[in-house]
């Protein structure tokens, strides 16, 4: 966490005082456009470490599939080649982009919910960030359980979908609603404190780069993604082991019947039992080394298009 005073920093108002606002529609408008093409940048560059990182977070604890990262890719390139990293990619890239759009509106929203006219100070960005991942864990949730579940058929003998639509409406189909939330529970434990860093520690970051008498508009690029990465990373500061359960409630069976956990308190015993507090930082690798480049990117690509349409 930035060890930083908000009194140090140049503040934000919650709507802008330097221009004729936007009305609420056109903000929201700009938000989701510039979100869309941040869920597009995030995509590309972090998918296949979410994959390497969902497969040894999932595999099997008696009977490892890897027996470790390396092991991971090397296996998921003589099976699969290329595509086998972008498993699932249908998924994510529809999701993302859909997600980051709500994730970036919400934000927006939650900044003005929270700081209304007056200007916005450092812990602000926290709260709004924690409203925000509130509120996106909705949409998050499912578009996670789609994808988790189709990475994962690597495990099974007999694969029940091969392709994102397959997973969708086999799910949404056999289910209904109800069945494409499991996982919400964690998915909300997971959010609001990593969601709180993610926006808060980045507006810090963006914040105590920018050089005396420069403004938010005028960050080096460089700053803008660095700015990134460090709230890339702020995001699974505390909250991975959550994301370990999270994804093992994700991957189990679709029919509750079936399911070996009852949910979160459950999930957590058994996954302890079967490594202790380890077992909780399963494929914590590739998810790190993603978290840096992808979030520089979603982030960048976020600000970039935003100054473009003039909300930033």
Known sequence: MLLLSSSSFPVE????????????????????????????????????????????????????????????VRKTWAAEGAKG??????????????????????YGEAKRLVAGTRPMELPDYFAAGALTGFTVAFVESPIDLFKTQLQTQVFQPKPRFTTFVGTVSHI?????LRGCYQGLAPTIMRNVPAVSGYFGVYEGARLALLAP??????????????????GGLAYWAVTYPIDCIKSAIQADACNPKERRFAGVPDAAKQLYAEGGIPRFFKGVAPCILRAAPANAVCFFLYQKTAQFLGSA
């Open 85 to 106: 990293f972008y498993k699932g990619v249908a998924s994510p890239l529809v999701g993302q982009m859909v997600f980051n759009a709500v994730q970036f509106a919400a």
């Open 213 to 230: 008498g420069q403004k938010l508009e005028e960050l080096e690029s460089w700053k803008l993604l660095a700015a990134g990465s460090i």
């Open 13 to 72: 108002s919650g709507v802008a005082a330097t221009k004729a606002p936007d009305s609420t529609l056109v903000r929201s408008a700009k938000d989701v456009l510039a979100g869309t093409v941040a869920g597009i940048g995030i995509t590309l560059v972090g998918h296949p470490f979410d994959t390497l990182k969902v497969r040894l977070q999932t595999q099997s604890h008696t009977n490892p599939t890897y027996s470790g990262l390396g092991d991971c």
């Open 172 to 176: 949404a189909s056999t289910y209904g």
